[in-house]
């Protein structure tokens, strides 16, 4: 079973050469591949969080060269149930973007970029939950970064660069302290292998090994965006593309927490920095969700909860008890499909009615009742509705704050339920604005086009954020208004329903939504969403829900996570043997 480790990472990888190759040929091809792999991986994924769960840790040497030269991963039950929820995520975001048809726009590129930048962004994925050294760690990140850079700035368009620069920029800044920290943490252990530091770091000067454990968490909250380290976030995500936004606030942002987490019971046991940590989490909570109730549009709205709710996440790793972490780990797992989902549900909204912004947005609850349902259910799960998974991780991590007692774990607590109480109150919000009141006056009809990469100048206010569409009404543009600009010919003037000449070039009218598309391609909105978005979004609904079905056996499973983490012998013992 342990030579099965390696796969989640190698076999992406293997096959982004190969899509490399056909590049913008044989779509259907392309589409076949990247599933099967997804699915595999997921397959891959289940088999090994079983085995971690019934046998211990899995572990190999790559090369067979043992620590601390060989490269070392290791799949335990932590990182095995991060593999099994991120390859089910992820593959249901690759079909929404198939049915989107924003992969098979790459016909117009040089080579298919979208496939293999996805595989690539999993398997940096896999690599970071697999990794048993601090290097390979951060080869993950940079793997991640290389990926969604691309992602991010599918279609060339001026906003998109901006949000991806700024991203990328905020990214390499942390990296450099990353490699900082690797390079002062080999000086004063003489490895690099989490087994060994394990041993050794308890050995360092207590200055030396805070000023690590210091270096370390910036880097780590850097990627899961806690307060104040996540100003970069809700400029950067909602302008890609809908797939991409869903992925990335679903699951990136988790790889940050799954870093603080592994690296805070594995090599800072018993830390000096909790009470900071704890500062950290009231913070992101408290500021985040207040940002949210503060905008109007929608995908700002779900970036803010997400900076909000990775305060749950950090409150349970500045516990460090077992209850709180058993907890951290149920609401990693809930929150990373809980929020993708939504992401998607913002793309469908997006695509049908033309923007996510919330005043011009009404009456979806009678005209899409389907669409509403979607958006409800992880909605209500989000806020932490009892007997959804939120409520079940909610209630674990303030239960573990009332055993730990403390002014800090009080404020915690209190905070949590605050938060939780105001996430209820946006996603109220949200509901009676977009889908329980009537449509406001001069809603877009169907067939508005709302992309067109030709439009896309500097000079442009805003620029729009959905990538592709296959056919007559492909993906939609972003919520932002704007006066100026022009329509990409399509038969009709945009924000109208007047007929125009095929291919003129008129004004449009103030109010309609003009950005850039994807690849040249002109993004019209459409009341028919392609089924296998509305099929993706709904399994996406289903897995989160069924957390809540399976809240028994996940909650014994993070036990039981939570126990081998805290235990660290088990880790140790899987990787430099007994």
Request: glycine share 12%.
């Amino acid at each position: 079973m342990n030579a099965l480790v390696p796969l989640p990472v190698l076999l992406p990888l293997c096959v982004t050469g190969l899509k490399l190759a056909i590049g913008p040929r044989l779509h259907r091809l392309q589409r076949f591949i990247s599933i099967a792999v997804l699915g595999a991986v997921l397959v891959l994924s289940v088999l090994l969080m079983v085995a971690a769960d019934r046998h211990g840790p899995l572990s190999v040497h790559l090369g067979d060269f043992a620590p601390p030269v060989g490269i070392t991963l290791v799949a335990d039950r932590l990182a095995g149930l991060m593999l099994t929820v991120s390859s089910a995520v992820t593959l249901l975001v690759l079909v929404y973007s198939l049915g989107q048809g924003m992969a098979d726009r790459d016909d117009q590129a040089p080579v298919g970029v979208f496939h293999p930048a996805y595989l690539i962004l999993v398997a940096g994925v896999s690599c970071t939950f697999l990794a048993g050294d601090l290097v390979n760690l951060y080869v993950g990140f940079e793997i991640m970064l290389v990926a969604s850079f691309v992602l991010l700035t599918i279609g060339g368009t001026a906003t998109r660069i901006r949000a991806g620069s700024t991203y990328v920029i905020i990214s390499l800044f942390s990296s450099v302290l990353f490699l900082v920290a690797i390079a002062m943490t080999y000086a004063v252990a003489g490895t690099v292998n989490l087994a060994q530091l394990a041993q050794r770091l308890q050995e360092v000067p207590l200055g030396v090994r805070t000023l690590l454990e210091a270096m370390l968490l910036t880097v780590f909250a850097i990627k899961a965006a806690v307060f104040p380290l996540a100003a970069w976030l809700p400029d950067s995500y909602p302008t890609a593309p809908a797939p991409v936004t869903a992925v990335f606030a679903g699951l990136l942002t988790k790889v940050g927490v799954y870093s603080m987490l592994r690296t805070q019971t594995l090599l800072f046991p018993g830390h000096r920095l909790g009470d900071l940590l704890m500062l950290a989490a009231l913070a992101s909570m408290v500021v985040g969700i207040l940002g949210a109730v503060a905008q109007t549009d929608l995908k700002r709205v779900l970036s803010f909860t997400l900076i909000s709710h990775i305060g749950y996440m950090v409150f349970g790793i500045a516990l460090a008890g077992h209850g709180s972490i058993s907890g951290a780990i149920v609401y990693v797992a809930h929150h990373i499909t809980v929020q993708t989902t939504l992401f998607l549900v913002a793309g469908l909204i997006e695509r049908r009615d033309g923007t996510t912004e919330l005043t011009r947005l009404g009456g979806l609850a009678r005209a899409a009742p389907l669409l509403a349902v979607l958006f409800f259910v992880p909605a209500m799960n989000l806020a932490g509705i009892p007997p959804l998974s939120g409520f079940i991780g909610k209630l674990g991590l303030m239960r573990a704050g009332i055993d730990a007692g403390g002014a800090w774990a009080w404020a915690l607590v209190a905070g949590s339920a605050a938060t939780s109480l105001l996430t209820l109150y946006v996603m109220a919000k949200v509901w009676n604005l977009a889908f329980w009141r009537d449509a406001p006056p001069g809603a877009e009809e169907e067939g508005v086009v709302l992309e067109s990469a030709e439009d896309d100048e500097p000079g442009d206010d805003e620029e729009g954020d959905e990538a592709g569409g296959e056919e007559e009404g492909a993906a939609t543009g972003p919520p932002e208004p704007t006066g100026s600009g022009r329509a990409a010919g399509s038969g009709k003037a945009a924000g109208s329903g007047e007929p125009t000449g095929s291919g003129s070039d008129l004004p449009v009218p103030a109010g309609a939504v003009v950005a850039a598309g994807f690849l040249g391609q002109s993004i019209t909105t459409t009341r028919r969403l392609p089924w296998p978005m509305l099929a993706a979004t709904g399994a996406a609904v289903a897995l989160g829900l069924s957390y809540t079905v399976l809240g028994g056996p996940l909650t014994t499973f993070t036990q039981a996570a939570a126990t081998e983490l805290l235990a660290r012998t088990p880790y140790i013992e899987a990787v430099l043997g007994r």
